[in-house]
């Protein structure tokens, strides 16, 4: 195995018959060129050229060595073609365990955006709520939202979404507008299981508040879903409910405070992945980071 680079350099030396033409296309010194092939030729226990000051032929065994060589270098050579338009254009099925709300309601676009780049790529997507298992399953990579759990998984962080507050007009008006996060107490909160608190930040303030409805869930959708529904104030992405606030369904509250920002990760089980999943963490990354 030590003597491949060796091989190929032989397999240039034989094709050009001149050790100066083929130190050119290699781009390394004669002199080190005629080194490696006379190494080769001492491991080898036979002599593969014969050497003149005016030419270069092969011997028996020299002839015999290139045309096995020859095929061998062609091949490691194609391999490195085909490799290299697999990156370009990377193919094959690739499987992505998505989180529900933040893929139906944000990633789609984005990765029909994707697809449309890579038409070698098909897709196959788990948007159940549950954390596969990305040893045992035979998953490609996993997005996932907020707080990781410590593990030996490798995890790329990809995005950074800010989130705010909000609430319908109809909540609003039926309600009334809280004017500081303490205020927050004596409205409609939709919340999320076992936070008990929202973090809100303003500048470099920040303030803990405790909050209380008729709702909790752990559905990002369906929390979106029931502040468009005049249900109460809502700590959600900014992205997630840019069309709802465009059209007016939804307005910020407090608009000088926002709560802590979510982070997204592309979790593998290895750094080594295919160029097919390099593609899609380094589109999402390019997207989301900037979003």
Avoid at 41 to 70: D, F, V
Avoid at 202 to 216: A, P
Avoid at 250 to 266: F, K
């Amino acid at each position: 195995m030590s003597h491949l680079n060796d091989m190929a350099l032989f397999v240039e030396v034989a094709r050009a018959r001149s050790f100066r033409k083929a130190a050119e296309a290699v781009g390394m010194p004669n002199s080190t060129l005629s080194r490696r092939i006379s190494e080769l030729e001492k491991a080898i226990g036979l002599r593969l050229l014969h050497r003149t000051t005016r030419k270069i032929e092969l011997t028996e065994a020299g002839q015999l060595y290139y045309e096995r060589s020859k095929r061998i270098v062609d091949e490691a050579r194609l391999a490195h073609e085909q490799l290299g338009a697999m990156l370009e254009q990377p193919s094959g099925v690739l499987r992505v365990s998505l989180p529900v709300d933040f893929a139906t309601h944000y990633l789609t676009p984005i990765i029909a955006d994707f697809a449309r780049r890579y038409p070698g790529i098909t897709f196959e997507f788990d948007l159940t709520p549950r954390r596969v298992d990305l040893v045992a399953e035979p998953f490609d990579v996993a997005i996932r939202i907020g707080k990781l759990e410590d593990s030996s998984l490798i995890a790329r962080l990809i995005g950074r979404h800010s989130r705010h507050l909000y609430a319908s007009p109809g909540y609003i008006e039926a309600s009334g507008e809280p004017a500081t996060p303490a205020d927050l107490a004596e409205h409609e909160c939709i919340c999320m299981p076992r936070i008990p608190t929202w973090t809100l930040h303003q500048g470099m303030n920040k303030v803990d508040v405790g909050v209380h409805g008729r709702f909790t869930l752990n559905s990002v959708g369906m929390i979106r879903a029931l502040a468009v529904n005049h249900q109460g104030i809502a700590v959600l992405a900014e992205k997630i409910v840019a069309d709802d606030v465009a059209s007016g369904r939804l307005r910020r509250v407090l608009p000088e405070w926002q709560g802590s920002s979510v982070s997204i990760h592309a979790v593998t089980e290895t750094r080594l992945i295919p160029a097919k999943t390099q593609r899609l963490i380094e589109y999402l990354s390019s997207r989301l980071m900037e979003a």
